[in-house]
């Protein structure tokens, strides 16, 4: 049953469909004003039809869920003018307050004119500031979407596409500056390689693990080391027959440099996976795979940075898997069956 208002008249019942059975001849004004004074708010819309010949609001229809005033200031708040926001702010932060005032003591509080207030609520979906206050009103009382879940949705959600975003321009990137001549010099060299050492420092050694998981999956005679002597000792016994690929993130780490200068004296092939070309390491490199131009002012432990390196080592694993043949469907198998016996 609906509250009962200060003349001691039901407003009416509401069916289980949510429809006004009795109704009222409050005018509209009245309704409102009684609904936000209510200690009862109704978290609902009201629908008013005039109805002819009588110019009296009938207060009838159906009750539907109240839309949030919440929703539309964290949606809108940056489009508002200093003023605007000054009452949104308030509102945020003086919910229970707010309700309470009337539109003239929450202008004299916040110092602005009430137009600004109508005009505000106006801008955020309500007719004015008695629709608002109802909204507000009903949210305090169920709080379906309140701003701070709203704020940590909004948050996650861009946070969510950023970082997809991030990684889809560096796959884009990929495809615009890759140049198949150059994957195809690689492919060829590590084919006909003696032993092929995988070198990289802190991140960019992940980068150079995931490699070698792919590549001895091949079948292909590589290696690679997590301790720096042992990298030290990798590339200083490499030789002419040998294929050195380096792993660098950034192009600007002095440790990979140095590994680099070691492994060029030596003799071998040297294959550089990097994301930026124009760069100290890029330098030490016979073979350079790095998709961007500009090094970036991004620490190289950041995520989307490993994205085009993972991309071309998946390239080069399916080149070599065309070129190995039937051969690669063996290896295939091989793999297949020792994960297929180690399966719970």
């Not at 940590?152 to 560096?170: D, G, H, M, P, R």
Request: aromatic letters at 10%.
């Amino acid at each position: 049953r609906l509250p009962i208002p200060p003349s001691g008249r039901a407003i009416g019942t509401i069916s289980e469909r949510g429809e006004v059975v009795n109704r009222s001849e409050m005018t509209m004004d009245q309704m409102f004003e009684f609904f936000t004074n209510s200690f009862f708010p109704i978290p609902c819309n009201i629908i008013w039809e005039r109805k002819k010949p009588s110019p009296r609001f009938i207060f009838h229809g159906i009750i539907r869920h109240m839309k949030s005033c919440l929703t539309p200031i964290s949606e809108k708040y940056d489009a508002l003018s200093y003023s605007e926001r000054l009452f949104a702010d308030f509102i945020i932060k003086n919910r229970e307050d707010a309700v309470q005032m009337s539109i003239a003591e929450l202008g004299n509080r916040l110092g602005i004119a009430q137009s600004t207030i109508v005009a505000t609520t106006k801008k955020l979906g309500f007719a004015g500031w008695k629709e608002f206050r109802i909204s507000l009103a009903a949210e305090l009382v169920n709080p379906i979407n309140t701003w701070e879940q709203k704020q940590a949705e909004q948050q996650e959600l861009k946070t969510c596409q950023q970082v997809i975003s991030s990684n889809i321009s560096f796959l884009q990137e990929i495809s615009r500056t890759i140049k198949a001549e150059e994957f195809e010099k690689v492919v060829e060299r590590m084919i006909c390689a003696k032993r092929i050492a995988l070198l990289g420092i802190g991140t960019s050694n992940v980068l150079a693990q995931e490699a070698f998981d792919s590549f001895f999956r091949l079948g292909l005679p590589v290696e690679v080391f997590c301790d720096w002597h042992h990298q030290q000792l990798c590339a200083s016994r490499l030789d002419k027959d040998c294929i050195a690929i380096f792993f660098s993130q950034s192009g600007v780490n002095k440790d990979i440099i140095f590994l680099a200068d070691r492994a060029k004296e030596c003799g071998c092939t040297m294959i550089g996976i990097s994301n930026f070309r124009n760069t100290p390491f890029s330098k030490f490199m016979d073979i350079l795979l790095a998709p961007l131009s500009a090094p970036s002012s991004y620490h190289d432990n950041h995520f989307a940075l490993r994205i085009p390196i993972l991309g071309i080592i998946e390239i080069l694993y399916y080149m070599i898997a065309e070129h190995m043949g039937s051969k690669y469907q063996k290896e295939l198998a091989l793999n297949f069956k020792i994960a297929k016996s180690s399966a719970v």
